[in-house]
C-alpha cells in the first residue's frame, strides 16, 4: 500500500507542476515618446551643446544660467532631456575642460534638472577626473544623487527593474543549480528506494560464483533491462516536468521535494529550504522587472509625472485630456499635470493662466493643488499688469492662497517664496522681510541669491517690466515622492516578466510562483518530516555502499551492511595485510572520486561544495557565480530610460564580470584547498 | 622422521589406496612422489613427500591460477585486477604470482595459504576415496619447488576425522543440491539481533551468512572457498543450534525459477511504471500541442528585443538636441558616443519606422515616426 502511494505520488507529482493555460501577452511596443521642448527652451539647448563641443566656458556658463531662468519661469521642476543631453555631451568633452571650469560647470549644470540624478552623478565624475583628492565633495555629490533618486520615479523604477532582472535570473540559476547538487548527490539513495517499491530481483552478487552465474546471457539481459527500466523510471520521474512545461525551476522544486527526505540534518536542509524560499522571491522580482515596462505603457502615473514635472509631447496632453474626460472619479495627478504642462508651453499667458486655474477646480483640493492655485494667481497678476504694477486684486487673492498653503504644510519653501513675492509686490515690506526670514532657513545655499532677487525686484518701482525675474522665482510643488507616484498601481496592471522565462518556468506562468513556491516550501517540510520516519536507503558508513534496512534483512537476515558483513566472513587464511591492501585500493578509488568533485569545485564554484556536503558554503558560492553568470550573461540592462538616456555604457569590456568571476572561482579554490582532507 | 605412538591408527578411511600408501612412507621414512589418478581417468596428481611431509601437489587447484580464482572468490581480489594482473604478467614475462606480489596486490603469505588450503582439501579428497590407482617412485625427488609442508600424520588424523564425522553430517547435508534458510525467514523464529552477537565459529558465521533459501550447498561452498567438508559440518553446527533449517523440495531449478520469476516481475513492474510515465508524457504534450498557437510570445525576449530600439530611441532624442550629430546616422551616433555600434540593427529597424524587430512587416508606429522625425523646428542637419 505505502509502495502504491509513493508511486502514486511519484507519478503525479510531476503532472502537478504541469503547467496550465498561459495568458496572453499585450503586444509589443517600444512606444517612444515624443520629444518636444518649448521652443523657447529648445534653441538654448541647442546652443548649450554646440557651445559645450567647442569648450567656450563663459558662453556654457550664460546658456546653463538661462536655461535654469526659463525653466523657473516655465514653472518646470527639471529639464531631463536638455540635462540628459547634457550629460552625454560633457562626459566626452568635460575632460578637454580646464579643471576649475569643468567642476564649475557640472555643479552650475545641476540646475537645470535638480531631481535628475545623473547629474549629480556627473559632479562625482568630473571632480574624479579633475580634482581626485576632493573626496568629501564626490561623496556629498553622490549622496544628492542618491537623495535624488528618491525624486526620479522614472529612474529609480528603471534601477529596480534592472537589479531585479539580474537578482532574479542569479536565484534561478543558483536555485536549479542547488537542487540540481543535491539531488546529484543523494540520486543513488533515491534510485535504490525507487527501486524497491517495485519487486525484488535475485540479490547481488557476493562471490564470484554468482558473479559466474550471473554471467550467463539471459541474466545479463534481464538484469540490464532491469536496471535500464530503473534507470528509465527514475529519470523520466524526475526530469518529466521539463517537457510537461514545468520548466528548469519547477523541477527543481520537484527534485528537492522528493530528495528532502535524504538531506542531513543541518545545514543541507536548511540550505534546500533556502533554495525553495527562493522561489519565493521570484514572484516579486519578476514583478518589479516587469514594473518599468508596465508604467511606462498607456496612460500610466509616469505621464503625469512627467508632464507635472518635466516637458511633454502634445500627444500626451491629449492622453491626460482623455483621462481628464473620463467619467471615473478625477485624479488629481492627472488633473495638475494637465494644468502644469498647459502651462510650461506658454506661463506668460493670461488666457493659458486663467484657463489652468479653472482647470485646478476639477482637482480635488490637496495642498499641491492649494499652492498651484496660488502660483497660477501670483502669475496672473503679473500677466495682468495694470500699467507698471501687477493687477492688485489677483495679488490679494495669491497672498491669501499663499497663506493658507502653509498651515498645513509649515516648511514649504514653495509657499513662503509665492508669499513672499505676493507681499513684496502689495508693499507690505515688513511682512515680505519677516517670510523671507523664514525662507532664508530653509533654502540651500545655492539659492540664497533668490532672496537677495526677490527682494530686489518686487521694491521695483516698475515690476511688470521685471516679471520674467519674478515669474522665474515662483516655484511649483515638488516632485511627489516615487511611493507618491506608484500609488494606486495594482498588481494586476504589471506584466511580471522573470528572466530566461521559458527556460525556467516553461509554460508556468509567473503569476502561479506567488503560491506555487509556498506551496513547495510546505511540500518540502512535509517531505521531510514524513520520509524520516521511512526506512530509507543510506550509505554505508564503512563501505559507502547504498543499502537499507530491508535489502540489509533480506540478504543476511540482519540489519547491517551485507557488504561489510562479507568482509567480516572471509576466509582465515587470508593475510590481514591483504585485507588492508584492500582496503587501500578502495580508499585509492574513493580519492579519486573526491579529486573529481574538488575539480569540479574549481570549474563550476559551489557544485564541489555541494557534492561534499559543504552545503552553506556552496551555497553562498553558488549564489556568487550565478550573479556573476548574470553579468556575463547578460551585460547590458534590458531596461532603458528613454528620457534620461544619457548614452551607452562605455565600448570597452566590463570590468566589474570578470572581477567578480574571479573572486569567486578564488575562493572556491581556496575553499576546496583548505578543506582537502576532509 | 619415524613412525611413533602417535601414528594414526587405520579407522574407516584405512581402506583407501593414498591412505595407505601415505601411511607406508611415513611408516618407512621413505621420500618420493606418489601419483594419484582416478580409475578410468588420464587426469594424473603428483604428490611430492619429503623427510614424512607433502610438500608439493601438482594440480590445477594449486596453481598460481587455481590460487587466484579462489582470491577472486572470496572477493581479496577482482575479476579486473586479475585479468590486468595476467596481462602485465605475460608483457613483462614474469609469473603471475610474482607480479601479483610486486604490485602488492596480494601477499606471499596469503598464497602460500590459500595453496596449501587448496592442497589439504584435494588430498582430503584423495583420502577418502577408494577408487583411486595409486603408485609410488620412492626416489628422492629432485627439482620439485617445496611450495607447502604439510605433515603426513596430520592429513591422516584429518582424513579420519572427517570418515568419522561424515555419517552425522550427511544425515543432515545430503547432497550438494541441499538447500537451507534462515530459521528466522522460514519460522519467524528470533535470531540474536545483533550480527556480532551470533555465538557461532567463523567458519560457521561465513556459512551462515550466505545462506539464504535459495543457494545450494554446492553453491555455499563455492562462494565461502571453504571445502564441501567444511561448509557441511558448519551446516550440520548451524542445524543443531536451529539457525538454519534445510529446505526440502527446494533444489536449485526451484531456487533458479524463483529468481527467474522475481526477475521477470520486476521487469514487468518496471515496464508498466516506464509506459505509465510514457503515457502521461504523451497525453500532455500532446494536448499542449494543440494549444501551441495560443502560447503567449516570452515577454523576457520582448524585453531583450526592446532594450536596443529603446538605447536607440534614447540616443535619437540627445541628437535631435545636437547640431552636430545626424540622428538618421548610426554611425554619427557610435562616433558621438550616442550608441554601441552593435545596436546598428534596432537603428535600422527604428529609422525604417519598425518597432518590432520580429515583425519586419509590420506598419510604421506613429510615435516611432514622430520620434524619428525629430522637432519640427531643427533645420539645420544636413
Redesign the interface.
Known sequence: MRRAAFLLVLLVLPVGLHAGTPVPEPPLSVNLPSDELPPAILEPARRLLAALRVHEVTSIEERIEALVALRRQALIADLTPVAAAFVARFRREGPALDAGDAIRIAYEAVDLAPDFPPLYFNVVRTLWTHDPASVGPMVRAALDGLHALGRYPRGLVTLAGNLAFRASLALSVAFVLLAGMLLFRHVRRLAHDVGDLFPAAPSHAFSASEIARSRRARFITESGLARALAAGVAGLALFLPIPLGSGLVGTGLLWLIVVGPYLRRGGETAVAACSVAFAFLLWPLAVLTGLPGSLARGDGPLLAWRCAHETCASRDIEALEAIAARDDAPDSRSAIALVLARVHRDPADPAVLAAALSGLDAAPADDAVALLRADFTLLLALAECEGPTPNRDRLVEARKGFESVPASSPLSPEALRGLAIAQGLLGERSDMEATLTRLVQLLPERDLASVMAIRATTARENPCAHAATLRAEVRPPPPPGVLRVLRGITLASVLPVLAQEATFLGRIPVDVLAWLAPVALVAFFLSVRLGRRRDLAYACARCGNVTCGACNVRASGFDYCPTCLLEQVRPAFIDPLDLMALQGRREAENRFGRLAVSMLSLVVPGAGQLLRGRAVRGLFLVCGLAFATTLVWYPRSPHVDIEGFTGPPSGALPTLPPLFLAVVYFLSALETWLDRKR | MTPSSRDPEPQASSGSPLYRTLLEAYRSGRDGVITVARSGEDTRTPITLRRGRVVSVSHNNTTIQGVA?ML?????LS?RELEKARREATRREVYLEDYLVQR????K??IA??R??AAVELLMDFLLRHDLEVTATWSAPRGVRETFALPIPYLLKEAQRRASLAPAIRRVVTGPDCVFA?A??VHGRE?PA??EDLQVS??E??V???V?G?RTVS?LI?????SEFEVALALHALVEMQLVIPVHGAGPGRATRH??R??????????V??I???G??YL??GA?AG?QA??????????????P???I???I??A?????VDPTSHEDLVR??????E?RRASIL?RAGQ??P?DAASPV?E??A??LG??D?RGDHP
Open positions: 580464482s577472486v572468490r572470496v572477493g581479496i575479476d602488492g596486490l596480494i601477499s603469505g596469503t595459504a590459500a596449501e588450503k534462515k528466522s525467514d535470531v545483533r550480527w567463523a567458519a558465521r561465513q551462515y551468512f550466505f539464504d535459495r553453491d563455492l562462494a565461502t572457498s571453504q529468481a527467474e522475481s526477475a521477470l516481475a520486476r521487469i514487468g513492474g518496471l515496464t511504471a516506464v505509465a510515465l510514457l502521461v508524457l500532455v504534450l499542449g494549444g495560443s502560447l503567449r510570445p516570452d515577454p523576457f525576449e520582448s524585453l531583450l528585443q526592446e532594450a530600439l529603446r538605447r530611441a534614447g540616443a532624442r540627445i535631435n538636441l545636437c547640431a552636430d558621438a558616443g550616442l550608441a554601441l555600434p545596436d527604428l518597432s518590432d520580429r508606429g510615435s516611432n514622430e520620434t525629430g522637432h523646428s
